[in-house]
């Protein structure tokens, strides 16, 4: 529906019509954009207050894991061994990238209801397979990193268990774990990435840059401190902080112009069913 052919009293209830015609209204009726359905500390959150902490969230998390990955030790090629669990970035480089990544974890949920129902089905798919992607391999990996393999990497009576192979637990298992959740997670950018570029709701060069990320991680380069942890953080990081600032900013993605104006023909026409 365009424009036009809405209402222009904006405190006059949106018809069953109006909404099913315009996912701007029908969005908003879905993502809780009500102040006022309910009574003291039970009311829903305000959407324009989840909006913006989800998208604070991912704009930190975002340059919490570029930062991390750029002073994540790498020491002869190994970024897992007792020497490079020593290293001078140790163990801040890993803790960021952990707290990065909880972030990011967080905000995605918020990041899909801003976006959807314009990132289609393969969105969807995308999306969640990146948020299961980051929660199997990052979430475990650095878990393991920080509580288990740096406090026993500085004790001698400890540092000989961590693996030689920069794998940290040297087991099959882990191994597995670690190749099958980054692949579900490289598909989940790819496709979210296509959906971001096929559908526009961001600008172009976001989508662009998320599926650089997705080659990017694929990309056999020598493992040296300061570059290839930048070389693999950065793009998807500077995307997902885009589209932070873009939720901070704006009620919806690829928002048009005057729909800021029916927030209070949402409220009544929630009221008026």
């Known amino acids: 529906m365009t424009e036009t052919t809405r209402s222009t009293r904006p405190d006059q209830p949106a018809s069953d019509a109006e909404i099913g015609a315009d996912p701007i209204l029908a969005a908003d009726l879905t993502a809780g954009d009500i102040t006022d359905a309910g009574p003291g500390p039970f009311r829903s959150p305000p959407w324009d207050a989840l909006r913006r902490l989800g998208g604070a969230a991912l704009t930190i998390g975002g340059l919490a894991c570029i930062v991390g990955g750029t002073l994540h030790p790498i020491v002869d090629g190994d970024a897992h061994s007792v020497a490079a669990l020593h290293g001078a970035g140790a163990p801040w480089a890993q803790i960021l990238l952990a707290v990065g990544t909880t972030l990011l974890l967080l905000g995605l949920p918020v990041m899909y ?137 704006h009620r919806h993605s690829g928002a048009r112009r005057g729909d800021e104006r029916s927030q209070p023909r949402v409220a009544a026409a929630y009221r008026a069913r």
């Open 113 to 249: 209801a801003w976006l959807a129902p314009r990132i289609g089905i393969v969105g969807l798919v995308g999306l969640v397979a990146y948020m299961v992607g980051n929660l199997v391999t990052a979430a475990g990996h650095l878990t393991v990193e920080l509580f288990v393999a740096y406090p026993f990497a500085h004790n001698p009576s400890t540092a000989g268990l961590i693996a030689d192979d920069d794998t940290m637990l040297g087991t099959a298992e882990f191994a597995m774990l670690n190749t099958i959740g980054g692949l579900v997670m490289l598909g989940g950018m790819g496709l979210l990435g296509a959906s971001l570029i096929r559908h526009r709701c961001v600008p172009l060069w976001i989508g662009v840059l998320t599926v650089i990320g997705m080659v990017g991680f694929m990309v056999p380069i020598p493992a040296v401190e300061g570059i290839s942890g930048f070389i693999y953080e950065a793009p998807r990081g500077i995307a997902v902080i885009a589209i932070g600032v873009l939720m901070i900013r």
